[in-house]
């Protein structure tokens, strides 16, 4: 098969030995939350074998046990029994079975949770090869190769940008199903925006949206695309390292000829789509063409109106009584258009208040336990205004919610947190201390970790 013979055999192991060590590439200890989205791929269950299900897994007695310590939160215990169910699948001739490769994507579960993410990224290569040597099903090697690709998304930019280039190069494109070249597509072009390239960024993601991607696919390429606009005008989040300046399959860094015939004008251009990009984001993710209820599409339509940044005088659009945003995956843009109101345009303010406010609602009912950002933001509000016991309410309730998260935004509220007690009499000590912390923190966080919050990136199909 081409996929076997070129990919696994050439161009991709190639151009993933001679960028193992990348300095600065691997996440040392980072796992951001990412967004939910739901993949544009096919069935992957061969057809030659049914999938295998956990009871009749059960029957490995150190199956039965990894499950258990797993469920109970003693990932250590069940990486360990995982692991030895693993040894006898191996031992019996059964590799590339369906209990192999069931088992690996348990390890790999586990490896997460453990934070083991270059022992994770491991176990999926192995399910790479493993499922290219011993299935003809090439919708099942393709999504392996998208786990594997959307995990270095989250723990190593260049090999994601190095794999993204090997999967869409020339001779693999005319191979390669249309559907898994919109999400390959989505993935390179949000690793280049990761990296802080954002011609190639935004060329990718409009290449995938050419391609008319399902309406969760095309909202998430939206978002991403409207972020890629905001920081090229706006550049704070660039962190090229000044040695990686070309782009090519020998370098991963991305940058291209195209970078330097993109003119200040089309910066501004597309920087004055970024608020209707975002809107159109939510557009999508909501199904609004398809909604079913036709008051509830009509308030939408009024809602995400680009011409208008927010709904004035409108009391049936105020969420605190009629809340229409819903779907669980808005809320990275619904967070994103709040916050570039408030870094971009001071003069919006009220824009921004109200969808400060949306988004705040929004989480409070739909996704609370991801309400962190909204606390950290208010919590800077109420101390810009002095109002210092109530912010520190806040910042404490967010961070007992990122007590045992990896993502930026600890970083942040320690750091704000901090700041925020180096002003008050008799605290300054215990400010600096939660800023060396938050330092620290950062320290062990991949150089892409501030950047991913604002960013939709798939999960893993596990």
């Known amino acids: 098969m081409f996929l076997r013979r070129v990919i696994q055999r050439n161009t991709f192991q190639k151009f993933i030995r001679n960028f193992s060590q990348v300095p600065g590439s691997e996440a040392t200890g980072a796992h951001p939350n990412a967004q939910t989205i739901t993949p544009e791929t096919p069935n992957t269950n061969d057809a030659t074998q049914k999938p295998i299900k956990d009871d009749q897994m059960k029957a490995i007695n150190e199956y039965k046990e990894a499950l258990h310590f797993y469920q109970q939160g003693k990932y250590r215990i069940s990486n360990e029994f995982f692991s030895r169910v693993l040894n006898q699948i191996e031992a019996s001739g059964q590799k590339g079975s369906d209990n192999h490769v069931h088992v690996l994507k348990k390890l790999v579960s586990n490896q997460l949770m453990l934070r083991r993410y270059t022992d994770a990224d491991e176990y999926l290569e192995e399910l790479v090869d493993t499922v290219q040597n011993h299935s003809a099903n090439d919708a099942l090697i393709y999504a392996q190769y998208n786990n594997l690709f959307v995990h270095r998304l989250r723990v190593n930019v260049n090999k994601a940008i190095l794999m993204g280039k090997a999967l869409l190069s020339e001779s693999e494109k005319a191979n390669l199903p249309l559907i898994y070249q919109k999400q390959f597509l989505f993935n390179l072009g949000t690793a280049y925006l990761l990296k802080g390239n954002y011609v190639d960024a935004k060329n990718r993601l409009r290449e995938c949206l050419a391609m008319q991607p399902n309406n969760l696919l095309k909202g998430y390429a939206l978002n991403n695309l409207a972020v890629a606009s905001w920081w090229h005008k706006f550049p704070n989040f660039s962190t090229l390292p000044e040695e990686e300046e070309?782009?090519?399959?020998?370098?991963?860094?991305?940058?291209?000829?195209?970078?330097?015939?993109?003119?200040?004008?089309?910066?501004?251009?597309?920087?004055a789509n970024v608020i209707p990009l975002f809107k159109n984001s939510l557009f999508n993710i909501e199904n609004v063409p398809n909604c079913k209820d036709g008051e509830t599409k009509l308030l939408l339509e009024e809602l995400l109106d680009q011409q208008n940044i927010a709904p004035r005088g409108v009391k049936k659009l105020d969420p605190d009584t009629n809340l229409i945003i819903n779907a669980k995956e808005s809320g990275t843009p619904l967070l994103n258009i709040?916050?570039?109101?408030?870094?971009?345009?001071?003069e919006k303010r009220n824009e921004a208040t109200f969808w400060f406010k949306y988004a705040l609602k929004f989480f409070e009912k739909n996704d609370p336990s991801n309400i962190d950002r909204c606390l950290i933001t208010l919590a800077l509000f109420c101390a810009s205004a002095k109002q210092y016991v109530k912010a520190e309410g806040l910042f404490r309730r967010a961070l007992e919610m990122l007590e045992t998260s990896d993502s930026y935004n600890k970083i942040l509220c320690l750091q704000l947190y901090g700041q925020m007690l180096t002003k008050i009499p008799d605290r300054q000590k215990e400010g600096e201390k939660l800023i060396t912390e938050a330092y620290s923190l950062a320290d062990q966080m991949p150089f892409w970790s501030n950047k991913i919050i604002h960013v939709c990136i798939p999960e893993l199909e596990l």
Do not use: K, M, W
């Open 338 to 346: 709040g916050e570039f109101l408030f870094n971009t345009s001071p």
């Open 246 to 271: 070309e782009g090519s399959l020998d370098n991963p860094s991305g940058f291209s000829d195209a970078d330097r015939e993109y003119s200040y004008q089309q910066i501004d251009q597309d920087f």
